[in-house]
């Protein structure tokens, strides 16, 4: 009860109007919850051939009860999130004049949407037993260090969390450091390359030729990468202080040879969420090479209209689906490991142009200055050198070496090491999280209000 006052208070202090619907939302899908449950009488702790029978020959009812549910939620979003993109496409397609519907986006409702779809889904599939602890549902949807900005929590992954789980001395330290950490990324690392990147997005495009684009195109991926991940560090450190484990939502992306090992590494709580509940249901790649494509083109369409009511984000999407489905028939993973890096850290570059442009034609501006924009007007070098500051440059060089999995490198070096260094390295990390946190707080004390990108989404 505590955790839930807490997690309400939490998201009140952003939009003290929107707990309603979420409210609204948690207790309908505890509704369904519940009659799904009533219907299958699915048990988690059944044995495997019940499980089986009741994912084959599911209910009418219970089926019925899914789909009202899923209907539900998707209305939630297609009404608050994405009502202003509808009419706006409308408007230009058909020629209208329609009024379009100012409604304030609710933060967070992108997540906590798809893990009450998780629930019900979950339930329907035999995987977990309906809760008959409404509160305890309240909690799963609420809860407030991922609420905001993910990752997205499967309700099978913390099921048992829910009920138990121990919270210690060593936990809350570890969690403390994981949290400080997260936000030294956000606050020292993306903040600074936001600088750069807003200052580039929001110049004429007369001023930007290929090296204004290639600055800006490397700025973002690190911005998005280190906000991103700094928030998700944030959010499995805080859940940590509670006796909550989450699993990772990155895995050094940056390092992949492929686009397909990208999305393996990158956002992982929300490509394991598209592949469990869409990419699988559809057929998955059970049913040929062509259908695996056709499902594959659906799953990114959807994963770009996720992250936000623009059509950026949907041509963002199709483009990653494009270069998976060219990795399907191109020998792409046997290139070398540096060419493989160099080829997916390009094809991810030029679909950030994408995801950051304030339009389509922004975009397209960007891309083609990136491949061909070899004019070096005064205004063009000026505004390229005017972000070649040396805090820029430092901390790039930083974000590079922090891309890389030093951690896992040295945590296998230092098995060698005897107990008494670990145990003083181990100190020591604890000590640099300490003085990371109060680096921020002192940045954050004297600078503006920097929100998460994912804030937006």
Same mark, same amino acid.
Request: a positive charge; aromatic letters at 16%; proline letters at 3%.
């Given at each position: 009860? @505590?955790?839930?006052?807490?997690? %309400?208070?939490?998201?009140? =202090?952003?939009?003290?109007? =929107?707990?309603?619907?979420?409210?609204?939302?948690?207790?309908?899908?505890?509704?369904?919850?519940?009659?799904?449950?009533?219907?299958?009488?699915?048990?988690?702790?059944?044995?495997?051939?019940?499980?089986?029978?009741?994912?084959?020959?599911?209910?009418?009812?219970?089926?019925?009860?899914?789909?009202?549910?899923?209907?539900?939620?998707?209305?939630?979003?297609?009404?608050?999130?994405?009502?202003?993109?509808?009419?706006?496409?409308?408007?230009? $397609?058909?020629?209208?004049?329609?009024?379009?519907?100012?409604?304030?986006?609710?933060?967070?409702?992108?997540?906590?949407?798809?893990?009450?779809?998780?629930?019900?889904?979950?339930? =329907?599939?035999?995987?977990?037993?309906?809760? !008959?602890?409404?509160? !305890?549902?309240?909690?799963?949807?609420?809860?407030?260090?991922?609420?905001?900005?993910?990752?997205?929590?499967?309700?099978?992954?913390?099921?048992?969390?829910?009920?138990?789980?121990?919270?210690?001395?060593?936990?809350?330290?570890?969690?403390?450091?994981?949290?400080?950490? +997260?936000?030294?990324?956000?606050? %020292?690392?993306?903040?600074?390359?936001?600088?750069?990147?807003?200052?580039?997005?929001?110049?004429? $495009?007369?001023?930007?030729?290929?090296?204004?684009?290639?600055?800006?195109?490397?700025?973002?991926?690190?911005?998005?990468?280190?906000?991103?991940? +700094? /928030?998700?560090?944030?959010?499995?450190?805080?859940?940590?202080?509670? +006796?909550?484990?989450?699993?990772?939502?990155?895995?050094?992306?940056?390092?992949?040879?492929?686009?397909?090992?990208?999305?393996?590494? #990158?956002?992982?709580?929300?490509?394991? #969420?598209?592949?469990? /509940?869409?990419?699988?249901?559809?057929?998955?790649?059970? !049913?040929?090479?062509?259908?695996?494509?056709?499902? !594959?083109?659906?799953?990114?369409?959807?994963?770009? %209209?996720?992250?936000?009511?623009?059509?950026?984000?949907? @041509?963002?999407?199709?483009?990653?689906? @494009?270069?998976?489905?060219?990795?399907?028939? %191109?020998?792409?993973?046997?290139?070398?490991?540096?060419?493989?890096?160099? =080829?997916?850290?390009?094809?991810?570059?030029?679909? &950030?142009?994408?995801?950051?442009?304030?339009?389509?034609?922004?975009?397209?501006?960007?891309?083609?200055?990136?491949?061909?924009?070899?004019? &070096?007007?005064?205004?063009?070098?000026?505004?390229?050198?005017?972000?070649?500051?040396?805090?820029?440059?430092?901390?790039?060089?930083?974000?590079?070496?922090?891309?890389?999995? #030093?951690?896992?490198?040295?945590?296998? &070096?230092?098995?060698?090491?005897?107990?008494?260094?670990?145990?003083?390295?181990?100190?020591?990390?604890?000590?640099?999280?300490?003085?990371?946190?109060?680096?921020?707080?002192?940045? $954050?004390?004297?600078?503006?209000?920097?929100?998460?990108?994912?804030?937006?989404?």
């Amino acid at each position: 009860m @505590l955790l839930i006052v807490a997690s %309400l208070l939490f998201y009140a =202090y952003g939009e003290p109007l =929107y707990i309603a619907l979420m409210l609204v939302s948690s207790v309908m899908n505890y509704a369904f919850g519940r009659v799904i449950g009533a219907q299958t009488q699915a048990q988690v702790q059944g044995k495997a051939q019940a499980q089986a029978q009741v994912q084959d020959n599911p209910p009418s009812k219970a089926k019925l009860a899914l789909v009202g549910a899923i209907a539900a939620n998707l209305a939630f979003l297609a009404v608050f999130k994405y009502a202003g993109l509808f009419v706006e496409t409308a408007d230009t $397609l058909l020629g209208l004049s329609l009024t379009i519907p100012l409604i304030a986006l609710p933060i967070g409702i992108s997540f906590y949407t798809f893990q009450a779809m998780s629930y019900v889904i979950d339930i =329907y599939r035999g995987e977990v037993q309906a809760s !008959k602890n409404y509160f !305890k549902v309240l909690l799963y949807i609420s809860f407030f260090p991922q609420l905001m900005a993910g990752p997205i929590i499967k309700y099978h992954d913390v099921d048992k969390q829910l009920d138990a789980r121990v919270v210690s001395v060593g936990g809350i330290a570890c969690g403390l450091r994981r949290f400080s950490i +997260g936000l030294g990324k956000k606050v %020292l690392i993306a903040n600074t390359m936001a600088v750069v990147v807003d200052s580039i997005y929001g110049a004429p $495009l007369g001023d930007v030729n290929v090296a204004v684009a290639w600055i800006g195109a490397l700025a973002y991926i690190m911005q998005i990468y280190f906000d991103f991940s +700094g /928030y998700s560090d944030m959010a499995i450190g805080l859940a940590q202080m509670f +006796g909550f484990r989450y699993k990772e939502n990155f895995n050094y992306p940056y390092i992949s040879s492929s686009i397909q090992e990208f999305w393996r590494r #990158w956002h992982i709580s929300l490509s394991t #969420w598209f592949k469990e /509940y869409l990419y699988i249901p559809l057929g998955g790649n059970r !049913k040929g090479k062509l259908r695996s494509a056709l499902n !594959k083109v659906v799953v990114f369409f959807f994963c770009g %209209l996720w992250h936000g009511a623009s059509w950026t984000f949907v @041509l963002w999407g199709f483009f990653h689906g @494009l270069f998976l489905l060219v990795e399907e028939y %191109l020998p792409v993973k046997k290139l070398p490991k540096a060419v493989g890096v160099v =080829y997916a850290l390009l094809v991810v570059s030029v679909g &950030f142009v994408i995801f950051r442009a304030n339009s389509l034609d922004q975009a397209g501006y960007f891309i083609v200055q990136m491949l061909s924009g070899f004019h &070096f007007e005064d205004a063009c070098v000026s505004l390229a050198l005017q972000q070649l500051t040396p805090l820029f440059i430092f901390t790039f060089g930083v974000a590079v070496f922090a891309c890389a999995p #030093w951690k896992l490198w040295l945590g296998s &070096f230092s098995e060698r090491f005897d107990e008494t260094l670990r145990s003083f390295l181990a100190v020591a990390s604890f000590v640099a999280a300490i003085l990371v946190l109060l680096v921020c707080v002192l940045t $954050l004390s004297g600078g503006g209000y920097n929100p998460f990108i994912y804030f937006r989404f």
